[in-house]
């Protein structure tokens, strides 16, 4: 048994359209699975072409 939980935790479960956080366009795309923080994944957004950080996981997922 040596599967690593935040690898488990990186396996997409379905394509969500992630809103930018400048111009809320949901034409974004994502350029890198973890930012600085390991729950935050990064994003490029094609409308405005910014790069921001998303929160892709809830505390949810956590306490399961
Ligand atoms: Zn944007």
Known sequence: ???NP???????QAEQ???CAFCDSTDTELISL???ALLASQYYCRSCHSVFEAVRWTAETLSQ
């Open 1 to 3: 048994m040596s599967e």
């Open 6 to 12: 935040a690898v488990a935790a990186a396996a997409p």
């Open 17 to 19: 359209s992630v809103t």
């Open 34 to 36: 973890f930012g600085q």
